[in-house]
T-cell receptor, first 116, second 114 residues
Framework: NAGVMQNPRHLVRRRGQEARLRCSPMKGHSHVYWYRQLPEEGLKFMVY????????ESGMPKERFSAEFPKEGPSILRIQQVVRGDSAAYFC??????????????FGSGTRLTVV | AQTVTQSQPEMSVQEAETVTLSCTYDTSESDYYLFWYKQPPSRQMILVIR??????QNATENRFSVNFQKAAKSFSLKISDSQLGDAAMYFC???????????FGTGTLLAVQP
């Protein structure tokens, strides 16, 4: 079991470009969560998805950010027209069930996005 | 809203000694879970230990144990016989029983001196 796979590990984008971050959950996990870690801070929840459904996007910025988890393929976090403030580490976690307290999360190694 | 506070930005411990990392949280819920995660320089988030709020017994995983004080809303992590590999950022996290998200503290950077 390869664990939660995130790619790329590092991503550099110029201001105004688009960033696409990918996350393949652990085998058998159908619940995916995205978190953002700004420098010197803890992880902040962004969005929770199940296959083809966004369940909770209360942590997503209202503009430029979107996420999907299609029936086939990885979950994608998309940031349009990136700005310097988007520079952060973005983590994906997956779970076999809806309650992380019960089932636990498995985190990927994160994607570090740098906007220049 | 629930919050998690880690008041120690940095801590240092001598190898083989014991260190305690502090965490307090605020919630009005009675059913919840608490976690400690370790983040080494590789950036990987590694689950260290998990505590269920309805269990009075403190969780233990080898050299790692917690002191869970529900009334005081305190959840400290004790690392015994510290090893060089324990050097990392440690995050305390909260999950309310009815929600899907983890709420993290700002972390404590632990240095282990040889």
């Amino acid at each position: 079991n390869a664990g939660v796979m995130q790619n790329p590990r590092h991503l550099v984008r110029r201001r105004g470009q688009e960033a696409r971050l990918r996350c393949s959950p652990m085998k058998g996990h159908s619940h995916v969560y995205w978190y953002r870690q700004l420098p010197e801070e803890g992880l902040k929840f962004m969005v929770y998805l199940q296959k083809e459904n966004i369940i909770d996007e209360s942590g997503m910025p209202k503009e430029r950010f979107s996420a999907e988890f299609p029936k086939e393929g990885p979950s994608i976090l998309r940031i349009q027209q990136v700005v310097r403030g988007d520079s952060a580490a973005y983590f994906c976690a997956s779970s076999p069930g809806q309650a992380p307290g019960v089932y636990g999360y498995t985190f990927g190694s994160g994607t570090r996005l740098t906007v220049v | 809203a629930q919050t998690v506070t880690q008041s120690q930005p940095e801590m240092s411990v001598q190898e083989a000694e014991t260190v305690t990392l502090s965490c307090t949280y605020d919630t009005s819920e009675s059913d919840y879970y608490l976690f400690w995660y370790k983040q080494p320089p590789s950036r990987q988030m590694i689950l260290v230990i998990r505590q269920e709020a309805y269990k009075q017994q403190n969780a233990t995983e080898n050299r790692f144990s917690v002191n869970f004080q529900k009334a005081a809303k305190s959840f400290s992590l004790k690392i015994s016989d510290s090893q060089l590999g324990d050097a990392a950022m440690y995050f305390c996290a909260y999950n309310g029983g009815a929600t899907n998200k983890l709420i993290f503290g700002t972390g404590t950077l632990l240095a282990v001196q040889p």
